[in-house]
């Protein structure tokens, strides 16, 4: 009976003992791939960012780029939610048409609000108001 005690004991201590070693390798595994799902995440990050300040930097460099359609002394930078709106004449001291326009690099395609404004200019849904101030 000591000797089935004894043993039961011993098994119990190395049931133990490889439990522990499990849950040790497996949160030193786990810590592992943590570490390269952050490092991947950061990576990734940093190339995004740089994408969004390289177009930043292409939006506001276009207009004195080769091949830029327009008059850059007729432009004015908008930003949001059009980077430019084009007064082409306006040079010549006259409006012959308004343009929007949208710099993109890369991939980049058109944010939701960007469609929008596509479409209701594209649909003429586009008017003139003037506004005054109340006087006192």
């Known amino acids: ?36 799902l952050v490092s991947s995440e950061r990576r990734d990050a940093i190339k995004r960012s740089r994408a969004v300040l390289g177009g930043l930097a292409a939006e506001q460099l276009a207009p004195w780029l080769p091949g830029f359609p327009w008059n850059p002394g007729e432009l004015r930078f908008i930003g949001k939610p059009i980077d430019f709106l084009v007064f082409r004449g306006a040079a010549e001291g006259r409006i012959d048409e308004v343009v929007f326009v ?21 649909e003429k849904r586009v008017s003139w108001a003037e506004w005054r101030p109340p006087q006192n």
């Open 102 to 122: 949208e710099v993109k690099t890369g991939g980049a395609t058109l944010s939701g609000i960007e469609r929008a404004l596509r479409d209701a200019v594209r």
């Open 1 to 36: 009976m000591a000797a089935l005690v004894a043993a039961l004991a011993l098994l119990a201590t190395v049931a133990a003992l490889a439990f522990n070693l499990g849950r040790s390798r497996g949160r030193a595994s786990a810590e592992e791939a943590l570490g390269d």
